[in-house]
Structures are given as structure tokens and as C-alpha cells.
């Protein structure tokens, strides 16, 4: 009997990501953990027109780490296998993944990234996950703008 403990943590500002990740958790009886900024983004925030917004900002400068919130709200390594679900924003991961990411220890752990997009590809995101965080054993990721059904199918052929 297969008793691998699973994790799905995602951020989503505004549910497309979120309705994937509980699709999966769902398929694959997984704990579900939402990456909460500490601070909600707004409309105004998510504006990418806008220079000046704050996700414009953040994602411009590579070193931000906003601040999430329930960072203790979960222990990765409790976990054998982790996805990790995110909207692309300007071809990477939003920033507050890497915040989450490095509050916790993942090394050597097994990382599956999703993603889901305006129909940009996950390859950029994930090559800088794979860049920034080398000891992590990252799992062949995939971009789920399709139906959460064959995200499901998706997430349940990985063991
Ligand atoms: C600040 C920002 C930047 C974005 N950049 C991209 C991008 O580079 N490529 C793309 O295809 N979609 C981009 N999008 C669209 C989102 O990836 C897409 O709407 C995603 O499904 C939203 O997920 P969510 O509802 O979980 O937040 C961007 C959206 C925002 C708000």
C-alpha cells in the first residue's frame, strides 16, 4: 500500500492556480498548503502595465523575498513528495515562492513544479528554481492551463 506522504503548496492570487493545486490534492489525498503573502495583493498590485506596481517591482528586482504569512503552517520535510503550484508572472515564479522555499528544508527532497499561465511556457521558472536551488531533486514540471481533470490524471501518474 502506497503510504507516501504528499504536499501541495501553491500560491495563486487570483484562484486559477489554487482550483489546479485542489484537483490534485484531491486526486492524490495530499495535505493542501496555500503560500499566503503577508501582505494581499490588490487589483492595483497586480498590475503589469504598470512599472510600478508592487508585482512589477518584486519581480524586477531578483533579490526580493516578500513576506509571507503561516510560514510555520507546514514542515515540507515531513513530506516524500512535494508539488510546488504557482502562476507564472513575468516568465518565473512569483517571488513569495522563493520566500517559501527558503523556509524550509528541502534538500534532496522531491520537488514537482506546476504552474499555470496567460499561456506562457513553465521552462523559465523552472530553470531558476533549478539554478537558485541546486539540491533540491526537481521532478519533471508541468503547466496546467487545461482542465483540473487531466491535471488530476497528470499528478496521479508520479510516484
Ligand atoms: C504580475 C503578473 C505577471 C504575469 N506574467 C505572465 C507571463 O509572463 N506569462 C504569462 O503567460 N502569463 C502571465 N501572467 C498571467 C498569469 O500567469 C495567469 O493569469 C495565471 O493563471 C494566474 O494564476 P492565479 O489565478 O493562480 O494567480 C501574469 C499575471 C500577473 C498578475
Redesign the pocket.
Same mark, same amino acid.
Not at 498590475?47 to 526580493?64: A, I, K, Q, T, V
Not at 513575468?90 to 496567460?118: M, Y
Given at each position: 500500500m502506497d503510504q507516501k506522504k504528499i504536499l501541495v503548496a501553491?500560491?495563486?492570487?487570483?484562484?486559477?492556480?489554487?482550483?489546479?493545486a485542489k484537483a490534485i490534492a484531491d486526486a492524490t489525498g495530499a495535505t493542501l498548503y496555500e503560500i499566503t503573502p503577508e501582505l494581499r495583493?490588490t487589483t492595483d498590485d *497586480?498590475?503589469?502595465n504598470d512599472p510600478s %506596481?508592487r508585482?512589477?517591482l518584486e519581480?524586477h528586482d531578483p533579490d526580493s523575498r516578500p513576506a509571507i504569512a503561516n510560514t510555520d503552517g507546514v514542515n515540507a520535510a515531513d513530506y516524500d513528495l512535494i508539488f510546488i503550484?504557482?502562476?507564472?508572472?513575468?516568465? *518565473?515564479a512569483?517571488r513569495q515562492v522563493n520566500t517559501w522555499i527558503e523556509s524550509q528544508k528541502l534538500d534532496g527532497k522531491r520537488v514537482v513544479p506546476f504552474?499555470?499561465?496567460?499561456? %506562457?511556457s513553465i521552462r523559465g521558472s523552472v530553470r531558476d528554481l533549478k539554478r537558485l536551488y541546486p539540491s533540491i531533486d526537481w521532478q519533471e514540471g508541468r503547466l496546467l492551463?487545461g482542465s483540473p481533470k487531466s491535471a488530476s490524471d497528470w499528478a496521479k501518474s508520479i510516484d
Amino acid at each position: 500500500m502506497d503510504q507516501k506522504k504528499i504536499l501541495v503548496a501553491y500560491f495563486s492570487a487570483t484562484g486559477t492556480t489554487e482550483r489546479v493545486a485542489k484537483a490534485i490534492a484531491d486526486a492524490t489525498g495530499a495535505t493542501l498548503y496555500e503560500i499566503t503573502p503577508e501582505l494581499r495583493f490588490t487589483t492595483d498590485d *497586480l498590475n503589469w502595465n504598470d512599472p510600478s %506596481s508592487r508585482s512589477s517591482l518584486e519581480m524586477h528586482d531578483p533579490d526580493s523575498r516578500p513576506a509571507i504569512a503561516n510560514t510555520d503552517g507546514v514542515n515540507a520535510a515531513d513530506y516524500d513528495l512535494i508539488f510546488i503550484g504557482y502562476p507564472i508572472w513575468w516568465d *518565473l515564479a512569483p517571488r513569495q515562492v522563493n520566500t517559501w522555499i527558503e523556509s524550509q528544508k528541502l534538500d534532496g527532497k522531491r520537488v514537482v513544479p506546476f504552474a499555470t499561465s496567460g499561456g %506562457s511556457s513553465i521552462r523559465g521558472s523552472v530553470r531558476d528554481l533549478k539554478r537558485l536551488y541546486p539540491s533540491i531533486d526537481w521532478q519533471e514540471g508541468r503547466l496546467l492551463n487545461g482542465s483540473p481533470k487531466s491535471a488530476s490524471d497528470w499528478a496521479k501518474s508520479i510516484d
